[in-house]
């Protein structure tokens, strides 16, 4: 079980520095940028993107003038920036959390499996989309859309294979019970649990948001 963290004013400034990396305006939730700050602060992407979108629309006399103080400023936002984090190290880390417990899932979605450290919750969310786009006999190291997703990841296209077979021990459609990386069975069979029996739209449409982290 997590925290509900308590958003304090500081917070608006890493987001601030966020926003006006070129190009300058809103970034896409699960951009690396933004993910790693999630991260830091143990606050889920899409709420940290709201927040940009408060920034981006100046939304209340504190963001006009934190916006006046460093939007043109970008050696100060820094400065402030690297102070805060500095700042952050002195004090206890609960002082940054409220009393609500809840629980976090999108640290662990993009941290290594304990399985195989190559992979990552996230990384099997895009390759079970791809799944649903390809027939067993196009999972193969050859078809274009298995290469293209492994170019992302930054990932052999062998162990997007390796993937699909596992999957294919999933799917209660087909009767496989054999696949060269079992290992990753119980994670695999994890993410299809929330996302295989739903609606594909849907799962594609996370895939797209997810892509952004490997751009």
């Given at each position: 079980?997590?925290?509900?963290?308590?958003?304090?004013?500081?917070?608006?400034?890493?987001?601030?520095?966020?926003?006006?990396?070129?190009?300058?305006?809103?970034?896409?939730?699960?951009?690396?940028?933004?993910?790693?700050?999630?991260?830091?602060?143990?606050?889920a992407p899409k709420v940290l993107?709201?927040?940009?979108?408060?920034?981006?629309?100046?939304?209340?006399?504190?963001?006009?003038?934190?916006?006046?103080?460093?939007?043109?400023?970008?050696?100060?936002?820094?400065?402030?920036?690297?102070?805060?984090?500095?700042?952050?190290?002195?004090?206890?880390?609960?002082?940054?959390?409220?009393?609500?417990?809840?629980?976090?899932?999108?640290?662990?979605?993009?941290?290594?499996?304990?399985?195989?450290?190559?992979?990552?919750?996230?990384?099997?969310?895009?390759?079970?989309?791809?799944?649903?786009?390809?027939?067993?006999?196009?999972?193969?190291?050859?078809?274009?859309?298995?290469?293209?997703?492994?170019?992302?990841?930054?990932?052999?296209?062998?162990?997007?294979?390796?993937?699909?077979?596992?999957?294919?021990?999933?799917?209660?459609?087909?009767?496989?019970?054999?696949?060269?990386?079992?290992?990753?069975?119980?994670?695999?069979?994890?993410?299809?649990?929330?996302?295989?029996?739903?609606?594909?739209?849907?799962?594609?449409?996370?895939?797209?948001?997810?892509?952004?982290?490997?751009?």
């Amino acid at each position: 079980m997590g925290k509900v963290i308590a958003w304090q004013d500081e917070f608006w400034l890493p987001l601030l520095q966020i926003y006006l990396r070129q190009p300058v305006g809103l970034k896409p939730a699960y951009s690396r940028a933004m993910v790693e700050l999630s991260m830091e602060l143990h606050i889920a992407p899409k709420v940290l993107r709201a927040r940009m979108e408060q920034l981006a629309k100046l939304s209340t006399p504190r963001l006009e003038k934190i916006w006046q103080q460093y939007a043109d400023n970008t050696k100060k936002l820094k400065r402030a920036v690297r102070l805060w984090r500095e700042m952050r190290g002195f004090g206890a880390a609960s002082d940054f959390y409220e009393g609500v417990g809840v629980q976090e899932t999108f640290e662990r979605d993009f941290k290594p499996l304990a399985e195989d450290e190559r992979l990552t919750p996230v990384m099997l969310v895009l390759i079970l989309d791809l799944y649903f786009r390809l027939v067993p006999s196009t999972m193969v190291t050859d078809t274009p859309e298995v290469t293209e997703l492994a170019k992302l990841m930054r990932v052999s296209d062998r162990l997007v294979v390796d993937v699909l077979e596992v999957y294919q021990l999933c799917d209660p459609y087909l009767n496989r019970n054999e696949a060269s990386m079992r290992h990753l069975l119980a994670p695999c069979q994890e993410v299809w649990r929330q996302y295989g029996n739903g609606n594909t739209v849907e799962l594609a449409e996370l895939a797209e948001e997810l892509k952004a982290y490997y751009k």
